[in-house]
């Protein structure tokens, strides 16, 4: 993921330089998107993947020539199967991959800038110029799209999931939303909960009023909301500033009982919340698997998250039509 991977060149580009290996194009059936990054130390460690095999192990050894000489370098990967090719694989398309090296403390600038605007919910714009004399660089609002011959590309930012409740659940979900790529923000006014050492997962911890903390979250555009409170008067104030937020959730949801929550709605609907607005509620939050533990309501709820995030109907996959 996007953030994991500058986060690893932030703490490598601290032990000294690196090569950063994307791929800037693709043809055919490959292993990794255009975008996908692996970083490689002098010291042989190894970041992420390209897509493995000997494609993968030819980029690393033309990334450690890379590391001695600063030159960039374009590698082809041929998957194709032609026999004339050593990295021949049984994928069937070629990918196109650009070795940079990055080193010193202007790559480390750039780097927690770019860390910056992700981890604040924004995306960044990061050009590569494939000219020999010129660094990667960030667009800024204010300049042009690059002319010059160059990789573009629009990192975008986690999606943030806001907890809000650090009870026995929040503490499980926040365990497993981060397992599967969320940012996570905690709001609880009780600091012997909601803290560092129950926490260690989360971005930010917030023991202020939940209206304060969603006016700070306002640069984040993928914001998630699950509510699992102690309580009908906490589930109300995170409801009435979380479905008023421009921009809109992409998703709200609040556990309780089917009777807390339908006092929650009339509430809403006596104050005048507006109806699509609570159409849009995911309440009882999570999918229906059973789960009655914090740790199963947690999977229950991330399984709900992704089915939001990624689409999916939420049956199982063996009951989906196949063919006979």
């Given at each position: 993921m996007t953030i994991n991977c500058y986060q690893q060149l932030a703490q490598a580009l601290e032990k000294g330089a690196v090569v950063l290996a994307t791929a800037i194009a693709i043809q055919g059936s490959v292993p990794r998107e255009v975008g996908a990054k692996m970083i490689i130390c002098a010291d042989g460690r190894i970041y992420n993947t390209i897509g493995g095999g000997a494609g993968e192990a030819k980029v690393i050894r033309q990334a450690m020539i890379v590391l001695e000489t600063g030159e960039k370098q374009l590698v082809e990967i041929d998957l194709t199967g032609a026999p004339q090719r050593q990295t021949?694989?049984?994928?069937?398309?070629?990918?196109?991959?650009?070795?940079?090296?990055?080193?010193?403390?202007?790559?480390?600038?750039?780097?927690?800038?770019?860390?910056?605007?992700?981890?604040?919910?924004?995306?960044?714009?990061?050009?590569?110029?494939?000219?020999?004399?010129?660094?990667?660089?960030?667009?800024?609002?204010?300049?042009?799209?690059?002319?010059?011959?160059?990789?573009?590309?629009?990192?975008?930012?986690?999606?943030?999931?806001?907890?809000?409740?650090a009870g026995h659940v929040g503490e499980q979900l926040a365990k497993v939303a981060h397992t599967i790529g969320f940012q996570v923000i905690i709001q609880d006014d009780r600091p012997q909960w909601a803290n560092r050492e129950r926490y260690s997962q989360a971005t930010a911890i917030f023991n202020q009023a939940i209206a304060s903390v969603v006016a700070q979250l306002a640069t984040h555009t993928q914001l998630y909301a699950a509510l699992v409170t102690r309580g009908f008067q906490y589930d109300l104030a995170a409801l009435k500033v979380l479905l008023a937020r421009n921009p809109e959730c992409q998703y709200i949801g609040t556990i309780g009982s089917e009777k807390r929550v339908r006092q929650v709605i009339q509430a809403l609907e006596t104050e005048g919340m507006a109806a699509n607005k609570l159409r849009s509620l995911y309440a009882p939050i999570g999918l229906d698997i059973g789960a009655l533990t914090p740790e199963e309501i947690a999977v229950s709820i991330c399984a709900e998250l992704i089915l939001v995030r990624r689409g999916g109907t939420g049956r199982p996959l063996s009951q989906r039509d196949r063919a006979i």
């Open positions: 021949q694989g049984i994928c069937g398309g070629i990918m196109q991959i650009w070795l940079e090296r990055w080193s010193g403390q202007e790559a480390i600038a750039l780097v927690d800038r770019i860390l910056d605007l992700l981890q604040s919910g924004q995306t960044a714009t990061l050009v590569t110029p494939f000219t020999l004399d010129k660094l990667p660089y960030l667009l800024s609002e204010n300049t042009l799209i690059a002319t010059e011959e160059a990789f573009i590309e629009t990192l975008q930012p986690p999606p943030t999931l806001l907890i809000v409740g």
